[in-house]
């Protein structure tokens, strides 16, 4: 008895095997009397015109009644579906009655047609409805038609027009339009994202050193709108071309040749060709051969002895003087005595000025667009100063003016992390990089470098090559003079109007050789304090930009 119910197990398994089951197809047993529908994928065809396909309907009986049921063939109502396919594009909408008479097969087909085409798409998905049956509950009266996609993902490469060189000198490109171009048409976006050679501090190659995105150069959008560095590129279904925009930076540092790599890397919904562009910058900020130019610089701004300060380089440790303690000999020797300090004490009538300023100062103010002023700042707060730029006419040095307020992109109360990727300049340590975007709304994010990228693709005062002073050059616009008056900033704020960074520390780019992860900072407050500072230090770290553009092009 066990044998033979061993071998009918056999057989019901050899017979199951034979002739297949797919009941996990069904949306469920079809134990209870009524109409079952189920899904159902088939795939899409190449070309134009449509494909027919059929899906069955089986009735389970419970009496030999005439059964009717209406069918529609409809796109998918549910909008968290992500592919949808479309009726009159994907597949023809169509709506009719089946009708099972006793004697017919308990089992139908609903035609349906679905619309052939050659673009890559995603899986779509529209359904077929039972509705309004008679003689016959529906059981299961929805089945969803998945059209498989058989087209392959477009191929996307990068491209500029032939004529643009991609070696050029830093100061002589206009902006680079980058194309990415699809070889086909798609019917879904397609992304990708630009992956760049990373400059690693700069480390020599073959052309010279890398060039450091963000820094050396400025990849922008179509609206020119700077890219975070890791946003995708999007190309909507529909087109073939994306536009990136190349902006080299004009830094005013003195550098090796750089070079840097763009390619494709593939996101969503494309693949990408082994394309690679390379570029080449020259640097332009050598000037007969030489790194350095000859830049005077200007007096003290003292026109009395009071209390004088040896500057604590010179120094192992800051030391104060009271007037009594110094010689006649000595005081003969300070800057009070010589120059332009001496003019503006002495016979201030023949200290000729091409603008204005105090003692032997001499500044002027310049716009937006790079022409002088002569206007004054309101004094309303908030208020907008109408010039952006001072130009110390004894040095031919441009320098940065700030912006009231807390917003915008030279905001006064703006800080910085120190940061200089570039190691002929960094004196051996980078800093700290923070965030990618000195982004205007958010003040804590910034890094010098950054900014200074920044300023540059603005073209501040119609000048780009702006830098981080020398400490030097830095100390070229502090008025020692305030150590013997009440004036609390050490700088004319006649024309560096508005401004409170006095109470802050300026970087240098001048790092502090014994120990390199250190930069020297002036603070121009009632007391004009020199401070090595760290780096990384981000509080009360502000920043003023110089310009020597103009003694370069004199130079020329």
Avoid at 45 to 62: A, C, K, M, W
Avoid at 195 to 217: C, F, H, M
Avoid at 352 to 380: I, W, Y
Avoid at 532 to 548: M, W
């Amino acid at each position: 008895m066990l044998k033979k119910i061993g071998l009918s197990l056999v057989y019901f398994s050899l017979f199951a095997g034979l002739y297949g089951c797919s009941c996990s197809e069904k949306p469920k047993e079809q134990t209870d009397a009524g109409l079952y529908i189920a899904d159902i994928t088939v795939n899409e065809g190449d070309g134009s015109g449509t494909t027919d396909f059929s899906i069955e309907v089986n009735l389970q009986r419970e009496n030999q009644d005439t059964v009717t049921v209406n069918y529609e063939v409809v796109a998918v109502q549910n909008p968290n579906v992500k592919s949808v396919a479309s009726a009159g594009i994907d597949f023809i909408e169509n709506e009719d009655t089946l009708t099972f008479d006793p004697e017919s097969n308990d089992t139908q087909s609903i035609s349906f047609s679905v619309k052939n085409d050659d673009l890559y798409e995603h899986d779509e998905s529209f359904l077929i409805n039972l509705i309004a049956s008679s003689g016959a509950k529906i059981i299961a009266g929805e089945a969803q038609v998945t059209i498989k996609d058989n087209d392959p993902a477009p191929v996307a490469s990068l491209s500029i027009d032939d004529s643009v060189s991609t070696t050029f000198s830093e100061n002589d490109v206009d902006r680079i339009q980058i194309q990415i171009l699809l070889d086909a048409v798609s019917g879904v976006d397609a992304e990708v994202a630009i992956d760049k050679s990373v400059e690693s501090e700069n480390d020599q190659t073959t052309v010279g050193k890398t060039a450091a995105n963000r820094v050396d150069y400025l990849l922008k959008d179509a609206d020119g709108n700077l890219m975070g560095s890791n946003e995708n590129i999007v190309i909507p279904a529909g087109e073939t071309t994306a536009t990136v925009n190349l902006d080299i930076v004009d830094d005013g540092i003195t550098e090796n040749d750089e070079n840097f790599s763009l390619r494709l890397r593939d996101v969503l919904d494309v693949s990408v060709s082994s394309t690679t562009l390379d570029f080449s910058i020259m640097d332009n900020d050598l000037i007969d051969g030489l790194s350095l130019l000859s830049v005077p610089l200007n007096d003290t701004g003292l026109t009395e002895v009071n209390n004088v300060v040896i500057l604590p380089e010179h120094l192992e440790s800051e030391t104060e003087f009271a007037v009594n303690q110094l010689t006649e000999e000595l005081r003969d020797q300070m800057d009070q005595a010589f120059g332009r300090d001496a003019a503006a004490t002495s016979d201030p009538v023949t200290l000729t000025k091409t603008g204005g300023g105090r003692n032997g100062f001499d500044f002027t103010k310049l716009k937006t667009d790079g022409s002088e002023t002569t206007e004054n700042a309101p004094t309303e707060e908030g208020s907008v100063i109408p010039w952006d730029c001072v130009r110390d006419n004894n040095t031919g040095l441009v320098w940065e003016v700030k912006t009231r307020g807390n917003l915008g992109l030279r905001a006064l109360s703006r800080n910085f992390y120190w940061y200089d990727p570039n190691s002929d300049t960094n004196g051996g340590v980078a800093g700290v990089q923070g965030e990618f975007q000195c982004d205007e709304t958010d003040l804590s994010t910034c890094n010098t470098a950054y900014y200074i990228a920044d300023v540059n693709a603005n073209k501040l005062c119609g000048l780009s090559g702006w830098r981080l002073p020398t400490l030097s050059e830095l100390r070229s616009i502090v008025d020692y003079n305030v150590r013997t008056t009440n004036v609390s900033v050490a700088y004319d704020t006649d024309y560096f109007a508005g401004d409170t960074i006095g109470v802050s520390r300026v970087w240098t780019s001048t790092s502090y050789p014994p120990d390199p992860t250190k930069a020297w900072t002036i603070r121009f407050g009632q007391g004009v304090e020199e401070e090595i500072r760290d780096k990384s230090v981000f509080v009360d770290s502000a920043v003023r930009l110089v310009n020597d553009s103009l003694i370069k092009q004199a130079q020329e």
